[in-house]
């Protein structure tokens, strides 16, 4: 395919930690031949050179966390004809979307000297709240597979096959044994999308929600549960405020529980 033909790809990053962009650069063997695929037009993660658009796939990483982070992915969008959101900032806030439960204006008082020069807004939100998103790709990180198929499927013109079930459904397929039912385990796993292969359960530890809700979470339903393990309220709020805490199911079943007064975000 001459590099006239080939499709422009560009990777855009918000407010992250770069850790998705990796993942591709990850894929080592298997980017050799995406790359010989699409022409990369914009990737400042990997190389300085810089294509103008408009691009047929933007892959776009990271939250909006600044006035210019709203304006600049309003360009991204209006450039680009199939947008995708890549990892649990740009899906839901990420991490950072912590801030949306707090005083944002205490924080940046004790973290900079001279928080008179920070612009910011009060709130890490995902890029759908701000511009069509043409599809969600979960995972704090993404899955290097999953993101490949996401890739092949927008240049083969198909819709991604992503599962959208919950990790259980994994845990089934490898033989993993249960650890909410079988050791009495916290574990988000029964309201968290599949993708990462069971990876924490299959090392007899607990779900932590890195790939964010699945299709058809039943989040008060798991709640419930672990107030049964034992877990009091302000445990059960903490473990869904970790990498999509802003996410609307997990945010919902954090707010349902009670934590005292000074019991953080």
Not at 8 to 24: E, V, Y
Not at 67 to 95: M, S, W
Not at 135 to 150: A, S, T, Y
Request: hydrophobic share 40%; aromatic share 6%.
């Amino acid at each position: 395919m001459t590099a006239a033909a080939r499709p422009k790809l560009g990777i855009f990053k918000f407010a992250s930690c770069d850790g998705c962009q990796l993942t591709l650069l990850d894929c080592e063997d298997e980017l050799l031949p995406v790359a010989d695929r699409v022409e990369i037009a914009d990737f400042r993660e990997a190389s300085s050179a810089v294509l103008d658009g408009p691009y047929d796939l933007a892959l776009v990483e990271g939250s909006i966390t600044t006035p210019g982070d709203a304006e600049r992915i309003q360009a991204i969008r209006a450039n680009a004809r199939h947008l995708v959101t890549i990892g649990a900032c740009a899906t839901a806030g990420g991490i950072q979307a912590l801030r949306n439960f707090a005083d944002v204006r205490e924080y940046t008082r004790v973290v900079y000297a001279r928080p008179e020069y920070i612009r910011t807004v009060a709130t890490s939100t995902a890029i759908g709240d701000h511009v069509p998103v043409d599809f969600e790709l979960r995972g704090c990180p993404i899955q290097k597979g999953q993101l490949l198929e996401v890739i092949t499927a927008f240049l083969g013109h198909r819709t991604p096959n992503v599962p959208t079930e919950s990790v259980c459904v994994e845990c089934k397929r490898r033989g993993t044994v249960c650890v909410l039912v079988a050791r009495g385990t916290p574990c988000l796993g029964p309201v968290t999308q599949a993708g990462c292969g069971a990876l924490c359960p299959s090392f007899d530890r607990g779900c932590y929600g890195c790939f964010g809700p699945q299709d058809s979470p039943n989040a008060p339903s798991l709640r419930g549960k672990l107030l049964e393990l034992g877990m009091d309220p302000p445990a059960v709020h903490r473990i869904y405020r970790t990498f999509n805490a802003n996410a609307p199911s997990f945010r919902a079943a954090a707010g349902a529980t009670d934590v005292p007064a000074g019991g953080g975000p």
